[in-house]
């Protein structure tokens, strides 16, 4: 009962934004460490799979590799083109990619079993080296070659084998490379290939798995923070915008309409809309204390000196433009037309300034042919209002009728918030107005 009866009674915007700060503050660094588990998960998702991309391209490599020394030697036991036979050893002896692949493997802990496969497969591909080497010798000694590698140098043919003619030995070296019992070893080779692919893709599976339903996990959670801080955001929203947002605007809708506002809201805004009530009652009662006579000029119907001095001394200038028009070559008009015509100028300009300004905004005569107009509740940001206004004005008072000629105002404009006190305000107004006069009325 107590915190429905503080809730009515206000609560301090300062507190909510307090609070805003606070829980934001949580939610972030939960967010941030959510965010950091996710990415983490993603990364080890990531790694999961490039590991078995490494793998597997390690075990392919070895299969690479036997098949480019078979494609070599062939070539060289069928035309005896020494190139296949460096492009062989090159391989061989220098490249290492069945070497490299094999260490690519033994350095995964967990693919003991996919490098099993995989020496088994290198075993193999040894063992068709052996016989590839033997057809080579073969073919070197057929084509009396005698730059060959060493390897070849130490290779002793059988005594059947030495004994071949050039072409019976380019024909045995054929046969042992193209025969049924060769691609029976190359079969075996690619078999355990094949297992060693299948170990990878299980061990593979298995983490990959297991990283992935942590990162289900983890995008859980994100979703069950995010959606946590979206209702605290839109909570603090609706707090800030009934105890703070929709007061100002009813507020500003009820100065719009010249009445005293709501006390209601956060405790510093009932605050404000005391003070202002208490001003407002105030203003009004002094509004209402003078006499039309005493405070309207006759001739015109606007307020006069003594009603300017009034509004002067109520009006919130920190929030007004005050704006100083004097007739331009009043003299002349009053010389040539005479004063009956020059009073129906002054007539016409105070109909011409009601029209253009809010009925809460004050015209006042303060003298024979300067008006004074005070533009309440304004920001500093009018300028461009003010000035379609003063052309406005000028505009209409150059269209004369059968009583007044053409004529023209210049305006001095000021702001209060930019002056000190009244009196400065008043000596801004009047040195901007005579500049304008200087700059061609």
């Not at 002896?93 to 020496?119: G, V």
């Not at 060493?150 to 072409?167: E, N, T, Y």
């Not at 983490?207 to 990162?215: F, K, Q, R, V, Y």
Request: glycine fraction near 4%.
């Amino acid at each position: 009962m107590r915190l429905f009866d503080r809730f009515r009674a206000g609560i301090s915007l300062r507190v909510i934004h307090l609070w805003l700060i606070v829980v934001t503050m949580v939610m972030s660094v939960a967010m941030v460490y959510s965010t950091v588990r996710l990415s983490s998960s993603f990364t080890r998702v990531t790694d999961a799979t490039e590991d078995h991309l490494e793998l597997e391209k390690a075990a392919l490599e070895l299969m690479d590799a036997s098949d480019y020394l078979t494609e070599k030697v062939q070539r060289f036991t069928i035309g005896g083109d020494r190139r296949f036979m460096y492009d062989y050893f090159e391989e061989a002896l220098e490249a290492h990619r069945r070497e490299e692949a094999l260490d690519k493997m033994s350095a995964e802990p967990a693919a003991d079993a996919a490098r099993e496969k995989l020496e088994k497969a290198m075993d193999a591909s040894v063992k068709l080296m052996d016989q590839e080497y033997y057809a080579m010798r073969l073919v070197v000694e057929a084509k009396g070659y005698t730059d060959c590698p060493q390897q070849l140098r130490d290779i002793a043919l059988s005594k059947g084998d030495a004994a071949l003619s050039p072409k019976e030995k380019m024909d045995r070296a054929t046969v042992l490379v193209l025969s049924d019992v060769y691609y029976d070893q190359k079969d075996r080779v690619r078999a355990s290939m094949q297992e060693c692919l299948q170990e990878i893709e299980e061990l593979t599976r298995g983490i990959e798995s297991a990283e992935l339903d942590e990162l289900q996990s983890d995008l859980r959670m994100v979703r069950v923070f995010i959606l946590l801080l979206v209702a605290t955001i839109l909570s603090m929203v609706w707090l800030t915008a009934r105890l703070g947002i929709n007061p100002v605007l009813r507020a500003v809708d009820r100065i719009k309409a010249d009445s005293p506002i709501p006390e209601v809201g956060a405790n510093e805004f009932r605050y404000l809309a005391q003070e202002y009530n208490k001003m407002y009652t105030a203003y009004k009662s002094s509004i209402e204390r003078l006499n039309f006579k005493a405070s309207h000029d006759a001739l015109t119907g606007v307020y006069n000196r003594a009603g300017y001095e009034l509004l002067l001394s109520s009006v919130d200038l920190s929030n007004t433009y005050m704006l100083l028009f004097d007739v331009d070559d009043s003299k002349s008009v009053n010389d040539t037309c005479g004063h009956e015509v020059g009073d129906q100028a002054l007539i016409k300009l105070a109909s011409v300034l009601k029209s253009n300004f809010r009925s809460d905004d004050h015209i006042c005569r303060i003298g024979g042919d300067e008006f004074v107009v005070f533009m309440v509740h304004a920001n500093g940001l009018q300028q461009e209002l003010i000035s379609t206004k003063i052309d406005r004005i000028n505009d209409q008072l150059k269209h004369s009728d059968e009583k007044v000629p053409n004529f023209s105002v210049s305006v001095g404009v000021a702001y209060g918030a930019d002056a000190d006190d009244a009196e400065s305000l008043f000596e801004r107004a009047d040195e901007a107005m005579y500049q304008s006069k200087k700059d061609g009325k």
